[in-house]
């Protein structure tokens, strides 16, 4: 019974709040952390290789991550349809539905449709960069070191023009996401409107540099910036 009753407080909206919050600088994190390592490929085939590798040394550290990352996310998904259906049905009537329309940002109103976007576009990107289900011939690439040649396998992803597309439409739903997410977490921590301001400032400021960096690597890509 105790134990039940450390997480009653995590059913409440409040506490579902922090959920999300939580959860989602997790993710945030990841991001940032995937970001930092795709952006390799600019160091070379050598390079982006020998970390790829680097990573598949320590499996049983990948594989914490990637529970971790997996718990995350499927927290912060749950927790954010329960508030949603818990928002609808506080709502008053049709009157109030229409005002709040008009007061809420685009990022706001889509963040149910980016939400969608992104798990689709994870799903594709572990099918063709994780799995390699997608292209299996560049999966099977090996470089001169004898180690699988990831760096070919992304380049030669990125030639795809539709495969660029979806990356590029995936990379606009992330900046909405984030950017209202760090919005809604000013209200959440119970800032004042000036720390809110920040955070939501900063917010967009991370969310735009986080996409021009992603997607600075498909666009190098098809600029012949980036060659397999």
């Given at each position: 019974?105790?134990v039940?009753?450390l997480f009653?407080?995590?059913a409440?909206?409040?506490g579902?709040?922090c959920?999300m919050?939580a959860?989602?600088?997790?993710?945030?994190?990841?991001?940032l952390?995937?970001?930092?390592?795709?952006?390799?490929?600019?160091s070379?085939?050598d390079v982006?290789n020998?970390?790829?590798?680097?990573?598949?040394s320590?499996?049983?550290?990948?594989?914490?991550?990637?529970?971790?990352?997996?718990v995350?996310?499927?927290?912060?998904?749950?927790?954010?349809?329960?508030?949603?259906i818990?928002?609808?049905?506080?709502?008053?009537?049709q009157?109030?539905?229409?005002?709040a329309?008009?007061?809420?940002?685009?990022?706001?109103?889509t963040?149910?449709?980016?939400?969608?976007?992104?798990?689709?576009?994870?799903?594709?990107?572990?099918?063709?960069?994780?799995?390699?289900?997608?292209?299996?011939?560049?999966?099977?690439?090996?470089?001169?070191?004898?180690?699988p040649d990831?760096y070919a396998?992304?380049?030669?992803?990125?030639?795809?023009?539709?495969?660029?597309?979806?990356?590029?439409l995936?990379?606009?739903a992330?900046?909405?996401?984030?950017?209202?997410?760090?919005?809604?977490?000013?209200h959440t921590l119970?800032?004042?409107?000036v720390?809110?301001?920040?955070l939501?400032?900063?917010?967009?400021?991370?969310?735009?540099?986080?996409?021009?960096?992603y997607?600075?690597i498909?666009?190098?890509?098809?600029?012949?910036?980036?060659?397999?």
């Amino acid at each position: 019974m105790q134990v039940f009753r450390l997480f009653r407080p995590l059913a409440t909206s409040v506490g579902q709040k922090c959920v999300m919050a939580a959860s989602g600088l997790l993710l945030v994190l990841f991001v940032l952390g995937h970001l930092a390592g795709n952006l390799g490929v600019f160091s070379g085939r050598d390079v982006f290789n020998g970390y790829a590798a680097l990573l598949h040394s320590v499996p049983k550290l990948l594989w914490v991550v990637r529970i971790t990352l997996v718990v995350a996310f499927v927290l912060h998904v749950v927790v954010s349809i329960r508030l949603s259906i818990q928002n609808r049905k506080a709502r008053g009537g049709q009157a109030y539905a229409r005002r709040a329309w008009q007061t809420t940002s685009l990022a706001s109103r889509t963040m149910l449709w980016a939400g969608l976007v992104l798990l689709a576009f994870l799903v594709f990107h572990l099918c063709h960069l994780t799995w390699g289900w997608v292209y299996p011939e560049h999966a099977r690439l090996i470089d001169a070191e004898g180690r699988p040649d990831v760096y070919a396998q992304v380049v030669l992803g990125f030639q795809n023009v539709w495969v660029v597309v979806f990356y590029m439409l995936a990379q606009v739903a992330l900046f909405m996401h984030l950017s209202h997410g760090f919005s809604s977490a000013g209200h959440t921590l119970g800032l004042n409107s000036v720390g809110s301001r920040v955070l939501r400032v900063g917010g967009v400021v991370l969310s735009g540099g986080i996409f021009a960096l992603y997607t600075s690597i498909p666009l190098a890509v098809q600029l012949g910036v980036l060659l397999p």
